[in-house]
């Protein structure tokens, strides 16, 4: 292990979950020293400042000139902040919870309009259940409900207001161009959305 030495990351380019991956990988390999790593993707610079957070590390933000996103992130000296057990990640929060993977914007196959008015009737028997699960995450074209305009906005901002973890894979609203759109919950990656599955007691996907 590197004692005091400072690492330099440029990830720019790089898809999701790499970004995340090399700067844990790069934080584990030092006790003390700033991680200093540039980005080009607005989700992929969400996505390490909050693992850096979830850590307890403070992170400093710098927008370039050239579009570059440049985040320092601290660890080992006094201006680290204490992790304090509200701080911890979703993944860690129940890891034993139930989590339901949507993956589209529409229940089981079939009729597509019967499909929307069963995930419909799902979010919102969730809201009735006296056990809710742990988190909802949401992939591919399943990320429009998170987003502006979408007609279960209601509903997941009612289950994220009762404490269930909303997260919506970043690369998903990329590709569909939604990366300012979304209206509820959290912007997620591929390695925070594996952990989390391989950690939950229960994956349900209607």
Do not use: W
């Not at 229940?107 to 988190?135: I, N, S, Y």
């Amino acid at each position: 292990m590197n004692n005091g030495n400072d690492i330099y990351l440029d990830v720019r380019g790089q898809a999701c979950p790499q970004p995340v991956i090399r700067t844990r990988k790069a934080l584990e390999a030092i006790s003390e020293g700033v991680v200093t790593v540039h980005l080009d993707a607005e989700a992929s610079a969400t996505n390490v400042s909050r693992y850096a957070a979830s850590q307890g590390l403070a992170v400093n933000r710098q927008d370039l000139a050239d579009g570059t996103i440049k985040l320092e992130i601290i660890k080992g000296f006094s201006c680290a902040i204490p992790t304090p057990a509200a701080a911890a990640p979703a993944t860690a929060a129940a890891p034993a919870g139930t989590v339901v993977y949507i993956n589209g914007r529409c229940m089981g196959r079939g009729d597509e309009q019967l499909g929307r008015l069963l995930l419909k009737a799902f979010l919102k028997t969730l809201l009735e259940l006296e056990v809710r699960p742990q988190a909802l995450v949401f992939v591919n074209s399943g990320v429009h409900l998170t987003c502006d305009g979408s007609p279960e906005l209601a509903t997941i901002r009612e289950l994220a207001a009762a404490g269930v973890t909303i997260l919506s894979c970043g690369t998903c609203l990329d590709f569909f161009h939604l990366q300012n759109k979304l209206a509820v919950g959290q912007v997620s990656n591929m390695y925070e959305i594996a952990d989390l599955l391989l950690q939950a007691g229960r994956v349900v996907t209607p």
